[in-house]
């Protein structure tokens, strides 16, 4: 990694904190932290060091941080190492036992079973641990604070006019249903798929849309459904979108009416999160944080994991009167509002940073 990049203009030349998330990949955590550092550097004298990241800012190299740290930041005792990953632990816990840096180690933990044991050990010599949700928290003894994760309302907010912003995506039908995120089982695709043949047939204005890649690995899973889905003869209405980029979902999440999460695991899930800042109804399986969010008769339904004639009943529930879909859409975004904004979730992880630093 380039650690000769100019630092961009949110980023402090002297990190009192140092956000970790060296994974090449773009994924949950990625998004979590794409949308966090920019809010946090306004708080903060903020580093952040990996993989660049969508909205642009670049990040140092681990030697950079390493080099950085082998001093406290001016002002403070230590600098703060806040990671999201075990191999983020396993370089984080080196720097400070090893090489003896001056830092404090904080980690989240999103996972809603019990970790391995490695990851136990590891999460064990954190200073810190954040849980983002009471399950999450009930695996991990030494848990400091849970904060959920939170949504960026500016950037996931509603269309114009929800009833009419299907028509930009060029795709038939009068509204959307939309899943987001890889094309795999455990993210319940094939549970997607089989409840849409059953559902659409008496949803004549709807067109379904699945957004997110499929690896290589997954491509045989995929290449199943789409036959399956041509054999219903619904290839023109449950459309296969691919891995859309990240700067542009929310523009299918404002299209759609309504985002289904029928995932079978899920640690925390943030896509129907992002899909209810932009007024979609929802509806989701019992996996993840999505029981404090889809609220049967309120912003949606909820179903069993791995139950698609279930979720086929569910969303023709939901969508048995678009108006009512519209008003679950709007309560969905108020509860994300009241309760999981960006904002919160800054606050609630600065929090944690204060109870640190007040220690020394």
Not at 31 to 46: D, F, K, S
Not at 73 to 91: K, L, N, S, T, Y
Not at 322 to 330: D, I, K, N, P, V
Request: net charge positive.
């Amino acid at each position: 990694m380039n650690t000769m990049q100019p630092l961009h203009p949110l980023l402090s030349p002297d990190p009192e904190v140092i956000v970790f998330n060296l994974k090449q990949r773009y994924t949950g955590v990625s998004a979590t932290i794409n949308a966090l550092v920019p809010l946090q550097a306004q708080q903060w004298r903020l580093g952040f060091c990996g993989t660049r990241m969508s909205n642009g800012i670049e990040g140092m190299g681990l030697r950079e941080a390493i080099r950085l740290s082998r001093k406290p930041p001016e002002g403070r005792a230590f600098r703060i190492w806040h990671v999201r990953r075990d191999p983020e632990m396993m370089a984080a816990i080196f720097a400070r036992d090893v090489l003896r840096l001056p830092i404090k180690l904080v980690f989240t933990s999103a996972a809603q079973h019990l970790h391995g044991a490695f990851p136990r050990w590891l999460i064990s010599k954190m200073d810190a641990v954040i849980s983002t949700t009471p399950l999450a928290a009930s695996f991990v003894p030494n848990t400091t604070a849970v904060v959920p994760h939170g949504i960026d309302l500016s950037r996931f907010s509603p269309p114009a006019d929800k009833r009419s912003a299907w028509k930009e995506s060029g795709l038939p039908g009068d509204y959307g249903i939309g899943v987001f995120g890889r094309v795999r089982p455990d993210k319940g695709s094939d549970v997607f798929v089989d409840a849409m043949i059953e559902a659409l047939p008496q949803l004549p204005g709807a067109t379904a849309v699945i957004a997110g890649l499929a690896q290589p690995k997954h491509q045989a899973y995929q290449d199943a459904l789409k036959a399956k889905i041509a054999a219903a003869g619904l290839s023109e209405r449950i459309v296969f979108l691919g891995e859309v980029p990240a700067g542009q979902v929310h523009l299918w999440y404002q299209r759609c009416l309504l985002c289904v999460a029928c995932p079978r695991y899920e640690p925390f899930g943030l896509t129907p999160f992002e899909a209810a800042g932009t007024e979609c109804a929802l509806v989701c399986s019992r996996t993840g944080a999505f029981d404090q969010l889809s609220i049967p008769g309120l912003t949606g339904e909820m179903v069993d994991t791995g139950d698609a004639p279930g979720l086929a009943q569910a969303v023709l529930r939901v969508l048995s009167d678009r108006e009512q879909a519209l008003r679950m859409g709007q309560a969905a975004r108020q509860r994300v509002l009241n309760q999981f904004s960006l904002a919160q979730e800054a606050e609630g992880i600065g929090r944690v940073y204060a109870q640190l630093f007040a220690k020394t």
